[in-house]
């Protein structure tokens, strides 16, 4: 079966960087593309964007443009989202989710990934 | 940026009738699709491509689309439906995903 699992929480300071993994299995890895979605606590769902396994290629929103890295190793099946220079309203669940390369539904959600940030 | 709006909260009896609603000026070119998330939980996909529903989910839950905007409909509400529900799309060119702001189901 189609699983996401996510690395544990995290807790960081302000300006730190933090690095969420999430290792697929149950699926071709290069067949779906995976995103980033966060919800800080008692807030809706914030897109941060998308990275295609197969090739690489990445799309973040402007929000988070400059500050978020999207990466995978096709090895392990795993992709990872960087967050740099954390700020307190970063705190937040980090979920990936799988979508299809042809439409945007996000299928699959991994358990998600707590990040806090405090002094 | 572009944004989708739904109403904060929806209240009904069970075995009535919910629909939700979700706005955006680029709704008539790009899909919707709708999450159910429960406290603690990740969300679940219960409607893709405006009006699709995925395996396992409940016949009760229905979407529809007229101009800009998309509705959820759930009839026959039970208590367990109650939750949190987001409508997702993307900007005209369909670069961006964005999320409504959520709206919460009471089951009265």
């Known amino acids: 079966q189609v699983q996401m699992v996510q690395s544990g929480a995290e807790v960081k300071k302000p300006g730190a960087s933090v690095k969420v993994s999430c290792k697929a299995s149950?699926?071709?890895?290069?067949?779906?593309?995976m995103h980033w979605v966060r919800q800080a606590p008692g807030q809706g769902l914030e897109w941060m964007g998308i990275?295609?396994?197969?090739?690489?290629?990445?799309n973040y929103t402007q929000k988070f443009q400059g500050r978020v890295t999207m990466t995978r190793d096709t090895s392990t099946s795993t992709v990872y989202m960087e967050l740099n220079g954390l700020r307190s309203e970063d705190t937040a669940v980090y979920y990936c989710?799988?979508?299809?390369?042809?439409?945007?539904?996000?299928?699959?959600w991994g358990q998600g990934t707590l990040v806090t940030v405090s002094s | 940026s572009y944004e989708l709006t739904q109403p904060p909260s929806v209240s009904v009896s069970p075995g009535q009738t919910a629909r939700i609603t979700c706005s955006g000026d680029?709704?008539?070119?790009?899909?919707a699709y709708w999450y159910q998330q429960k406290p603690g939980q990740a969300p679940v996909l219960v409607i893709y491509?405006?009006?699709e529903r995925p395996s396992g989910i409940p016949e009760r839950f229905s979407g529809s689309s007229s101009g800009t905007t998309v509705t959820l409909t759930i009839s026959g509400v039970q208590a367990e439906d109650e939750a949190d529900f987001y409508c997702?799309?993307?900007?005209?060119?369909?670069?961006?995903?964005?999320f409504g702001g959520g709206t919460k189901l009471t089951v009265l």
């Open positions: 989710a799988t979508s299809t390369v042809t439409t945007l539904a996000l299928g699959y």
């Open positions: 149950g699926y071709t890895f290069t067949s779906y593309n």
């Open positions: 990275i295609n396994p197969s090739g690489g290629s990445t």
């Open positions: 680029a709704l008539p070119k790009q899909y």
């Open positions: 491509k405006d009006s």
């Open positions: 997702q799309s993307a900007d005209s060119s369909g670069t961006y995903v964005v």
